[in-house]
């Protein structure tokens, strides 16, 4: 079992930055891959960017491909994104997950756990 908590979200103005981080708990996060998703209000969950778990291979979503990066840092059980030129369309919650195979992914229904999400609000 992994849990997942995610902080760092916050009200920032266009153009401006943010870190996301996701820290994990439970006995068993060794070789699992992590990603980062988003929903706004009356949209679907999309994907934002995936990580493996020995950071070798990185995935990015095209609306923030450029701008976000994605790393961790297993030693601390951790994952962060880092996001910059943030934009109004970015305004979401941003959800962290995690995935049993150590291998990045796009596709949402890939992940098994999930944290309970952070808001992230980008005003002009």
């Known amino acids: 079992q992994v849990q997942l908590v995610e902080s760092g979200g916050g009200l920032v103005q266009a153009g401006g930055s943010l870190r996301l981080s996701c820290a994990a708990s439970g006995r068993t996060f060794s070789n699992i891959a992590a990603g980062w998703f988003r929903q706004a209000p009356g949209s679907d969950r999309e994907f934002v960017g995936s990580i493996s778990w020995t950071s070798s291979t990185t995935y990015y979503g095209d609306p923030v491909k450029g701008r976000f990066t994605i790393s961790r840092d297993n030693a601390k059980n951790m994952v962060y994104l880092q996001m910059n030129n943030l934009k109004p369309e970015d305004t979401a919650v941003y959800y962290c997950?995690?995935?049993?195979?150590?291998?990045?992914?796009?596709?949402?229904?890939?992940?098994?756990?999930w944290g309970q999400g952070t808001q992230v609000t980008v005003s002009l």
């Open positions: 997950g995690a995935r049993k195979n150590g291998l990045a992914s796009t596709r949402r229904n890939e992940y098994t756990y």
